[in-house]
């Protein structure tokens, strides 16, 4: 699940850093939508943030509101 939480920010954000660099005439453009992505990312960020600090045993439950953090009771 981190993996594709983090796809869409790494597969967007790195090539549109790469290209407002190399056509600097109209960087405006290619940065604006890369902060527009990061900032739509901004969820899935805190999303790993919590699943990693979640105890190993857990289980996690995505639903249409969000998702879960499941603890077996001993």
């Known amino acids: 699940y981190i993996v ?3 796809t869409p920010t ?3 954000t790195i090539p ?3 290209v407002s660099l190399l ?3 109209i960087y405006v453009y290619f940065l604006l939508i890369t902060s527009i992505n ?3 990312s901004f969820i899935d960020f805190l999303t ?3 699943i990693l600090k979640a105890p ?3 289980i996690v439950e995505k639903d249409d509101q969000g998702f ?3 603890l077996k009771a001993n």
Request: glycine share 8%.
């Open 56 to 58: 190993r045993h857990a």
């Open 10 to 12: 790494i597969v967007i």
């Open 23 to 25: 056509f600097p005439s």
């Open 38 to 40: 990061i900032g739509l």
């Open 68 to 70: 879960d953090i499941l």
């Open 4 to 6: 594709s939480a983090l």
């Open 48 to 50: 790993i943030k919590h």
């Open 16 to 18: 549109g850093i790469i």
